[in-house]
């Protein structure tokens, strides 16, 4: 009969691993559950796991997915390790199933889910990591990741409501841009003529405006691919702590930025603090 190496939970917060003998997985669960043991994992002993770290560019909306139905799954009753595998096979062409996958190895090897989790810190935030870590001490993991998916449920709405009062705005910049540049470069240059045959001098501000028309058009193809490349080397840095860091102090000295960002900061303090508060 194969053994099977397990990891129960045998009371709030206290932990008991061992070897059990079955006749399959199933068998070895149920085992355990009749010795009053809340299983984590069970698999065969000797059964070789694959050693990956694994990066992922999982969005907010699967990671809201992931905690929701793997609440649901450990309160119906199910080990850890089976919510997991469930979950890897449902999702078959998310981005997030090789990191559900690596969770799933981690814990079969004998990590807690909050290590496994620490692992994937480009996908799962410190809050949520320490939320889980404090769950597990406390026994009461299905609860956090139900609060869990229910604060991401609430910022992934509110952030779609955002984006979508700036959406319109955000295209009139874009097209009104477009426009003046057209105008500049290519339109305006044909007007150039008529004011020559003037033969009179042209106020400053005409002067330079047709000076700026010309040179657009001479190397338009240049200013194209240098905003391009502005545009990809500004986005690039404010991704990383310093720029992030100096985009905040900019947009705190802007009047009508500062009240709506500090609101929605204040907002999702209040979110995150209550979910807290009611995980204990």
């Known amino acids: 009969?194969?053994?099977?190496?397990?990891?129960?939970?045998?009371?709030?917060?206290?932990?008991?691993?061992?070897?059990?003998?079955?006749?399959?997985?199933?068998?070895?669960?149920?085992?355990?559950?009749q010795m009053e043991l809340f299983p984590v994992f069970v698999r065969v002993q000797g059964k070789a796991v694959s050693r990956r770290f694994l990066k992922s560019a999982a969005g907010s909306g699967e990671v809201y997915i992931f905690f929701r139905q793997i609440s649901n799954l450990l309160e119906a009753g199910l080990p850890l390790i089976r919510a997991l595998t469930n979950i890897s096979s449902q999702n078959?062409?998310?981005r997030?199933?090789?990191?559900?996958?690596?969770?799933?190895?981690?814990i079969q090897r004998g990590?807690?889910?909050?290590?496994?989790?620490?692992?994937?810190?480009?996908?799962?935030?410190?809050?949520?990591?320490?939320?889980?870590?404090?769950?597990?001490?406390?026994?009461t993991l299905p609860e956090a990741l139900t609060k869990l998916a229910d604060l991401k449920e609430n910022e992934l709405s509110f952030s779609a409501k955002i984006?979508?009062?700036?959406?319109?705005?955000?295209?009139?910049?874009?097209?009104?841009?477009?426009?003046?540049?057209?105008?500049?470069t290519f339109v305006l240059p044909r007007f150039i003529v008529l004011f020559e045959d003037f033969g009179q001098s042209?106020?400053?501000?005409?002067?330079?405006?047709?000076?700026l028309s010309s040179f657009?058009?001479?190397?338009?193809?240049?200013?194209?691919?240098?905003?391009?490349?502005?545009?990809?080397?500004?986005?690039?840095?404010?991704?990383?702590?310093?720029?992030r860091l100096k985009i905040d102090r900019w947009r705190l000295k802007l009047p009508l930025?500062?009240?709506?960002?500090?609101?929605?900061?204040?907002?999702?303090?209040?979110?995150?603090?209550?979910?807290?508060?009611e995980n204990g």
């Open 1 to 33: 009969m194969p053994e099977f190496i397990y990891k129960a939970k045998s009371s709030p917060g206290m932990f008991k691993t061992g070897v059990i003998e079955a006749e399959n997985e199933r068998a070895a669960v149920s085992k355990l559950r």
């Open 92 to 94: 078959s062409n998310s």
């Open 96 to 106: 997030l199933k090789p990191v559900v996958e690596d969770l799933r190895e981690r």
């Open 111 to 139: 990590d807690c889910l909050s290590d496994a989790l620490s692992v994937h810190k480009r996908v799962f935030g410190s809050m949520e990591i320490n939320m889980v870590r404090a769950a597990e001490t406390s026994g």
């Open 163 to 184: 984006r979508s009062a700036l959406a319109y705005p955000i295209l009139l910049s874009i097209v009104g841009a477009l426009t003046l540049f057209i105008l500049i």
């Open 202 to 211: 042209l106020p400053l501000l005409t002067r330079g405006l047709i000076a």
């Open 216 to 243: 657009s058009g001479k190397f338009w193809p240049v200013l194209l691919l240098s905003g391009f490349a502005a545009f990809i080397f500004v986005s690039r840095f404010f991704r990383t702590e310093t720029g």
């Open 257 to 277: 930025i500062r009240e709506i960002d500090t609101r929605l900061q204040s907002s999702r303090f209040a979110r995150t603090l209550g979910t807290l508060l």
